[in-house]
């Protein structure tokens, strides 16, 4: 079982930034990959970033170039740089841990955190 936890969401005006961090209970945490996904209101959750254990990473077209995954194995958290935000990026933000296959879909990943509100205002 491992247990994440994600903090850094809140409100901010378009153009802003925001850091979210994911904070992991497994160890070794740097043989996993790890992702975040969010969940706009009435849409399907959707991949943003992965980042697999040689820290490869990948982004979804719509964030590329505006957001960056990052790791610390020393402390067993993810983190998701998020600059030049716009209001349809405002959603629940999800990170989780990769079971392999697809870094796109979420059948792939088998534990969750709870969330994390982000709000982006025009």
């Known amino acids: 079982q491992v247990q994440l936890v994600e903090s850094g969401g809140g409100l901010v005006q378009a153009g802003g930034s925001l850091r979210l961090s994911c904070a992991a209970s497994?160890?070794?945490?740097?043989?996993?990959?790890m992702g975040w996904f969010r969940q706009a209101p009435g849409k399907e959750r959707e991949f943003v970033a992965a980042i697999n254990w040689s820290d490869n990473t990948y982004y979804a077209d719509s964030v590329k170039g505006r957001f960056t995954i990052s790791r610390d194995n020393a402390k067993n958290t993810v983190y998701l740089q998020m600059n030049s935000l716009k209001p349809e990026d405002t959603a629940i933000y999800y990170c989780a841990t990769g079971l392999g296959g697809s870094l796109y879909s979420e059948r792939n990943y088998a534990y969750w955190g709870q969330g994390t509100q982000v709000t982006v205002s025009s």
């Open positions: 497994k160890r070794p945490f740097s043989s996993y990959t």
